[in-house]
């Protein structure tokens, strides 16, 4: 019976240990979560990925030593805002992480969202960017935010949208003015990249939307001024 009470207080101790030693490991460090399209993952006007914001977030993190956890295996190329809401709603597994995408989200404590502007630019293409279309987009994407908000407690840095070639200045006023009421309706970070991204020195052709990593670079100085 003594040797029995011995095996539950070793087991009881080393579950305690387990326990302070994971907590003091990881008190203070950050969940970095990316969501969204091209513009996350870092496309260029290359057809390939470069470097993002979100490469240049997770290395600041780690140097400084507070990175726990990068996830951006739903941010990337062509990826719609309806089809991150169905996998948010159907809680898809991720291969990698072996979490579902809502524990993902609820692990999180910093998710930085960049999606539609691929989506944005492609209507604008086919000229099927009306009030109407723009009025729907709106709307999934704050479909998109109260889902997200509802399975997780982290800080949320939306991206906004930019001019370009395609997409014209009144179209993307009114979008991040949509976006900038939708940030503060829950209660995240809006940054408007928009003037920023005016520069041509941040794009490596002139005839692609895909900024090059100094476009990246800025962005991420902006979200870290902004957290």
Do not use: P
Not at 102 to 112: F, T
């Amino acid at each position: 019976m003594r040797r029995k009470y011995k095996i539950i207080l070793i087991v009881l101790i080393s579950s305690l240990l387990a326990y302070f030693i994971y907590f003091f490991s990881h008190e203070n460090k950050i969940n970095l979560v990316a969501l969204g399209d091209g513009i996350a993952s870092g496309e260029t006007a290359y057809n390939i990925d470069g470097i993002s914001y979100n490469d240049y977030l997770k290395e600041y993190f780690m140097k400084k030593g507070i990175l726990h956890k990068y996830n951006d295996s739903y941010a990337y190329k062509n990826n719609k805002i309806d089809d991150l809401l169905e996998d948010l709603k159907s809680n898809i597994l991720d291969k990698e992480d072996k979490l579902t995408i809502q524990q993902i989200m609820h692990q999180a404590d910093l998710i930085i969202i960049s999606i539609g502007e691929e989506e944005l630019v492609k209507m604008a293409i086919t000229n099927d960017l009306s009030k109407e279309v723009i009025n729907d987009f709106v709307k999934e994407y704050d479909d998109l935010l109260y889902f997200i908000k509802d399975v997780s407690e982290a800080k949320i840095v939306i991206i906004g949208f930019y001019e370009n070639k395609y997409l014209s200045k009144s179209n993307t006023i009114i979008l991040n003015s949509e976006l900038a009421n939708a940030a503060l309706k829950y209660d995240s970070i809006f940054i408007n990249v928009n003037d920023l991204l005016m520069n041509q020195e941040y794009f490596a052709n002139k005839d692609s939307f895909y900024f090059n990593y100094k476009g990246h670079e800025a962005i991420f100085e902006m979200i870290i001024h902004s957290i």
